[in-house]
């Protein structure tokens, strides 16, 4: 009996191009206005903010050792927020912000499928190119989000 030829095997694997973080560019006339508009930014992500009713409000406090770390850590707690109780934050009033401390009141709504669309799943805010600086008319932070 003949062997037969050595079978061509493909490889058990390969890379796929994948883009799993999506980069925001907010800007923000005072340093308030930077982390509503972040907040805003996040939202806007995950679903079309215009749907969301203002039924709910929470208030908010994070702390972090610095300004940008501060901002990730905003971001995550709304995150959280979203995980563990669906709410979904439409407007934020930044009351209270220094560099390692923010308190904010967030109005919005609980996540509903039937009058909310989802767009796109937010894991986390990272410190991925992270940086908040003085610009001419106010303040920029970038900010990657990790999908």
Known sequence: MAASPPRQHRRPYRFLSHTADVGLRIRGETLEALFANAARALTATMVDRRRLRGTRSRQISVEA???EALLVAWLNHLLYLYDTEAFLGRDFTITSLTPERLEARAVGDTYDPTRH???TA????TYHHLAITRVPDGW???VILDL
Not at 122 to 125: E, G, H, I, P
């Open 117 to 119: 669309i989802s767009k």
């Open 122 to 125: 937010v894991k986390a805010a």
């Open 140 to 142: 920029q932070a970038t």
């Open 65 to 67: 050792p610095d300004l």
